[in-house]
T-cell receptor, first 115, second 112 residues
Framework: AQSVSQHNHHVILSEAASLELGCNYS??????LFWYVQYPGQHLQLLLK??????LVKGIKGFEAEFIKSKFSFNLRKPSVQWSDTAEYFC?????????????FGSGTRLSIRP | DAGVIQSPRHEVTEMGQEVTLRCKPI?????LFWYRQTMMRGLELLIY????????DSGMPEDRFSAKMPNASFSTLKIQPSEPRDSAVYFC??????????FGPGTRLLVL
């Protein structure tokens, strides 16, 4: 079965540190890829997505992610984090074959930023 | 567009009571999803619909849970009878086929 792995469950950084959150998926075909962010007490919101084209995707709030097909990875990065980036981050995959449009979510990575 | 709308936003009930959660998807979206989120289990897909038809309900925990989508603009998730372990945040989400999924604000359910 398809799966999405986020190896870091909890990441703690200081403000201005660089961030990279790992995401790997197990499906070998064409996929659509997403990162969602969930701020404390709020719902999931789209941060960025990759459907096709340039594998380096830029999202909101200075986030970017790089799709590396050979590594089945879609890691999230930000060069300098802020306290307001404290949130939970979910990687998600939608196999393009899937006319059912089911998105598979990773278990999430909780990011805590020390002011 | 107002986005995905869920009601109520908070629900506190006693064990054994029936709970009904409601969702209005974004207009024009033909897929609707119900998720449950807890600290212990994370985000779980319960069921999803395509054009009002349930496609996959394998995530529904047990027969106490049921979901319906009588029309393209309304869905319900019902728990009868409710139990304390059902306490969670329940999210509804919708999308067009192959496109970004948008989440509602969630319903925080507490079963005492």
């Amino acid at each position: 079965a398809q799966s999405v792995s986020q190896h870091n469950h909890h990441v703690i950084l200081s403000e201005a540190a660089s961030l990279e959150l790992g995401c790997n998926y197990s499906y070998g075909g064409t996929v659509n890829l997403f990162w969602y962010v969930q701020y404390p007490g709020q719902h999931l919101q789209l941060l960025l997505k990759y459907f096709s084209g340039d594998p380096l995707v830029k999202g909101i709030k200075g986030f970017e992610a790089e799709f590396i097909k050979s590594k089945f990875s879609f890691n999230l990065r930000k060069p300098s984090v802020q306290w307001s980036d404290t949130a939970e981050y979910f990687c998600a995959v939608n196999p393009s074959y899937s006319s059912a449009s089911k998105i598979i979510f990773g278990s999430g990575t909780r990011l805590s930023i020390r002011p | 567009d107002a986005g995905v709308i869920q009601s109520p936003r908070h629900e506190v009930t006693e064990m054994g009571q029936e709970v009904t959660l409601r969702c209005k998807p974004i207009s024009g979206h033909d897929y609707l999803f119900w998720y449950r989120q807890t600290m212990m289990r994370g985000l779980e897909l319960l069921i999803y619909f395509n054009n009002n038809v349930p496609i996959d309900d394998s995530g529904m925990p047990e027969d106490r849970f049921s979901a319906k989508m009588p029309n393209a603009s309304f869905s319900t998730l019902k728990i009868q009878p409710s139990e304390p372990r059902d306490s969670a945040v329940y999210f509804c989400a919708s999308n067009r086929a192959g496109e970004t999924q948008y989440f509602g604000p969630g319903t925080r359910l507490l079963v005492l």
